[in-house]
């Protein structure tokens, strides 16, 4: 008999990849979404999709019923409970697993900033709920590189020296799939990293030279700059990403992989590669 996860967040950037491998594993997958027409639209017919809300706890008990599995990949102010909602349930519905995808600089020394704190609750009520856990600490994903890119410009908020090491999103799905099928993956929380060291502004600069050629170089706002024009403007968007890099700038990377390339297989895919792959995708 078939293992059937949900996947909460499965119409997002990192939980598309997870659906499609745990679907190419052999699980079944049920999607929870507010709008399952789009959802459909996006993942197509081989998945089972619920229509809901992760924060409505009714709609999310549905969605889990008979799972062996939910895997929680959900951003913004509805992260905690989701979480919560899920560790709640999970015991009394019989989960045998729950996979969660925090991210790398997400530890108690950071806990002033507003987004790590949501982390570190929704990653306390998933290890308190006595349901057998892993948690992920991806660092940047590779697919974050389009969003740098805006009206024919590539642009940077604030100066990131640090290099990161980039994965590729269909890799971290090859990792959370895994993690369901090995028993030691359970209770593990583990880092994420791919296999190169980058720097955002050298990152965009190789995205753009080959999907972008039209773009001749990489732009940088200062953060003061930034700060100042979102103030001016009452720009929320440009506050939060102010905000955000500068974080980064403060905390850098953070973890070790070894672990987590042990248990699950370590990311493999180069930027370039990446680059390659998606340049063949779009022609």
């Given amino acids: 008999m078939q293992k059937t996860i949900l996947v ?12 499609r491998r745990l679907k190419a594993d052999g699980f079944e997958v049920r999607i929870l979404a507010r709008d399952p027409a789009k959802a459909q639209a996006l993942l197509g017919d081989d998945f089972a999709i619920c229509e809901g809300d992760v924060t409505d706890c009714a709609s999310l008990e549905l969605a889990s019923e008979g799972c062996h599995g939910v ?3 959900v951003g913004g102010d509805s992260e905690y409970r989701a ?3 899920v560790s709640n349930q999970a015991p009394r519905l019989g989960i045998k697993h729950i996979t969660y995808v925090s991210g790398s600089t997400v530890r108690e020394q950071n806990d002033w900033y507003p987004m790590v704190h949501q982390k570190l609750m929704a990653e306390s009520a998933i290890q308190e709920s006595g349901v057998p856990y892993t948690i992920f ?4 994903p590779m697919e974050q590189l389009p969003r740098f890119v805006r009206d024919g410009r590539a642009m940077l908020i604030g100066d990131l020296p640090a290099p990161y090491h980039w994965f590729a999103a269909d890799d971290f799905a090859a990792m959370v799939s895994n993690a369901f099928q090995r028993e030691a993956a359970r209770n ?3 880092y994420v990293h791919g296999p190169e060291a980058i720097t955002v502004k050298s990152a965009l600069e190789r995205y753009c030279q080959t999907l972008h050629p039209e773009i001749k170089g990489v732009s940088a706002m200062p953060l003061f700059l930034a700060r100042l024009m979102a103030a001016v403007t ?3 968007m440009l506050k939060f990403a102010a905000g955000l890099m500068d974080y980064f700038r403060k905390v850098g990377e953070p973890g070790d992989p070894t672990e987590a390339n ?5 990311p493999t895919t180069t930027l370039d590669a990446w680059i390659a792959q998606r340049r063949k995708a779009m022609a």
Avoid: D, F, I
């Fill in 137 to 140: 600490c991806p660092t940047w």
């Fill in 83 to 85: 979480a919560e909602n």
């Fill in 188 to 190: 593990k929380r583990l």
């Fill in 8 to 19: 909460l967040g499965g119409t997002g950037m990192l939980g598309v990849p997870v659906a």
């Fill in 234 to 236: 009452g720009n929320q």
């Fill in 262 to 266: 042990e248990l699950l297989g370590a």
């Fill in 71 to 73: 895997h929680v990949s």
